[in-house]
């Protein structure tokens, strides 16, 4: 099978027409248990599907990456609906309802770039039909992978121990940068992992 100039596997098409079915059937997600189970009925190992999912990945198809392999996103629209009820949910300019969500959480948002747990949590369920909630960590992590947010890595001058940040970063909400060694003041007992001449938006 031919495929923009790319030979690949023609038992790959049982597959790509069983994906196309799902997708027909407005499934944004779908469990991996699942999707080794339908690439098993059709001769397909788990190896040969991660090929398959990662070739579909490159062409767009699916949302899939080796280590978060927990969830296949079948509409990558889906993602994208997610992105922007983070970037702008949150903005009473563009929802009317959007004074119900924590105030200086958004405050923060605007300010910062810093977007809480809490304010994701209440920006989920105003669409309650997406089910972003249901999957939330795996979706902050495909998030990631496409840089839409970052959680800075701190690490402990006490211990010198590495942690995750309790919050994340929309780094387009970001007006503004800082020297690093101004950040360092702002978290007095922590310092970020970064290079001392580093700029550090903030």
């Not at 098409?13 to 499934?27: F, R, S, T, V």
């Not at 949302?63 to 994208?80: A, H, K």
């Not at 249901?134 to 211990?159: G, S």
């Amino acid at each position: 099978m031919g495929y923009f100039a790319e030979k690949l596997p023609t038992k790959w098409i049982h597959l790509e027409n069983a994906l196309a079915i799902l997708k027909g059937l407005d499934i944004d997600v779908y469990e991996w248990e699942n999707m080794l189970k339908l690439a098993q009925k059709n001769s397909i190992q788990e190896d040969e599907l991660l090929l398959f999912l990662n070739n579909q990945h490159k062409i767009g198809n699916v949302i899939f990456f080796n280590e978060l392999r927990e969830y296949i996103i079948l509409q990558p629209d889906w993602l994208v609906k997610c992105f922007r009820c983070l970037v702008d949910d949150w903005n009473p300019e563009k929802r009317k309802d959007a004074t119900s969500l924590n105030d200086i959480a958004c405050q923060t948002l605007e300010t910062t770039g810093e977007l809480s747990e809490i304010l994701i949590d209440q920006l989920f369920q105003k669409e309650p039909t997406l089910q972003f909630g249901n999957r939330k960590r795996h979706l902050l992590r495909v998030m990631e992978k496409f840089d839409i947010i970052v959680q800075p890595e701190f690490k402990d001058t006490d211990n010198d121990k590495c942690h995750k940040s309790h919050s994340y970063y929309l780094p387009c909400m970001i007006e503004k940068s800082r020297p690093f060694d101004d950040i360092k003041k702002i978290f007095i007992k922590k310092k970020c992992r970064s290079n001392n001449n580093a700029m550090v938006g903030f």
